[in-house]
């Protein structure tokens, strides 16, 4: 266990399982994988509300067939992970290097304003260009829905990643699968993602 007291202020304690004990994969298909790890990091309350205050948040249109849309969330984006504020997120990047083999260098931090925000199907494509990719995904504040669905159709595996939980997609995720944050009814609060990229997968096999 990786412990920082009192990063930002007393009692405001953070910390990341290094033991990666909550664990749990799924086996998508034969080349996919999904891993779920809850509870990973521990005061993750904090780091939302730090990260909300300071990160530089900008408001991104997508084009969706013929027409410009206003993504329903905010993000931010470090493609060098030195200028992302929040030492902690240094700290977990280069734990999250370590685990999984792969040297994560830059991140790009969504934040989910409430329940009405959301990301629709995608893959990962412009950052995972390599056959098999690992992509961490850490979530910070509200419990959402995170879908994973084959890109041929099919049912989807649903994940409900809380604060602190760490979803990770291996193998031919990017390529062969599509994943979501669906917008929902029930009220939910503040969430943030923060992705976590590398340009050794950005570059191709
Ligand atoms: O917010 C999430 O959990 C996933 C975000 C995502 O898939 C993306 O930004 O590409």
Known sequence: ??????????????????????AHRIELDATSWVEHVPGWLTGNEVLLERLIATAEWEQRERRIVDRMMVEPRLTAEYPDVRQAPEPMLHTITAVLSEHYGVPYDGLWINYYRDHRDSTGWHGDWATCKRRE?????????????????????????????????????????????????????????????????SRFQAAGD
């Open 133 to 197: 990719c690992v992509v961490p995904v850490l979530s910070l504040g509200a419990t959402r829905r995170f879908l994973v669905k084959p890109r041929k159709g099919g049912r989807s595996v649903v994940l409900t990643p809380a604060g602190g939980d760490l979803v990770v997609m291996g193998g031919r995720c990017q390529r062969d699968w599509r994943h979501c944050v669906p917008k929902q009814q029930t009220v939910a609060g503040a969430r943030i993602s923060v992705n976590f990229s």
């Open 1 to 22: 266990m990786t412990t920082q007291p009192d990063l930002f202020g007393v009692g405001d304690t953070l910390a990341i399982d290094e033991t990666f004990a909550t």
